[in-house]
């Protein structure tokens, strides 16, 4: 193991039972898949700051600001071993203040999709692991979860401060 590592964040954006995908394509690390609404690699100037991270991706991918928002919250931090990288993703769910507002992205084809629904797309191996407790247990608790990614899922616990 070479220590190479890999951070990512992603934005999944839901109102009124539904969540926004992207249908990424082109991407060097996701491609012909579904992601969250907004997401990517860290800059420099961000590796310790996530939240900094998914604003600017946000911004750059679909031209929403943070006014756009509300209630951003860090749920779910990730740690995969592929292709000799340790991949750190941290996800975050918000609210859109405005759904019928038109959103487009550079990065692929924007899909609002219901809850029920969500599990039916391709996705990442984590990211669908990460929508499915979502949906499960995290949309009902206020809890920070960490994930470690086995060949069997991804295995899931309740962070907290000690």
């Given amino acids: 193991m ?13 109102s009124q039972g539904e969540i926004l995908f992207l249908y990424r394509i082109g991407s060097r690390v996701v491609d012909e898949s579904y992601t969250g609404s907004a997401g990517g690699h860290f800059e420099k100037d961000e590796l310790n700051d996530a939240r900094a991270c998914v604003l600017r991706e946000l911004y750059e991918e679909t031209g929403l600001r943070e006014e756009d928002i509300e209630n951003l919250t860090l749920r779910y931090v990730t740690l995969r071993l ?9 996800y975050f769910f918000a609210e859109l203040k405005e759904k019928n507002r038109q959103i487009t992205s550079n990065e692929g084809r924007l899909r609002w999709v219901q809850e029920s629904e969500a599990l039916n797309l391709e996705m990442p191996y984590t990211a669908k692991y990460v929508v499915a407790h979502y949906l499960q247990t995290g949309k009902y608790t206020e809890s920070l979860y960490g994930g470690v990614a086995t060949n069997q899922g991804v295995d899931f616990v309740e962070l907290k401060e000690f």
């Fill in 82 to 90: 592929k292709n000799g990288e340790i991949r750190q993703n941290y």
């Fill in 2 to 14: 070479q220590g190479k590592l890999r951070n990512m964040a992603s934005l999944h954006l839901y």
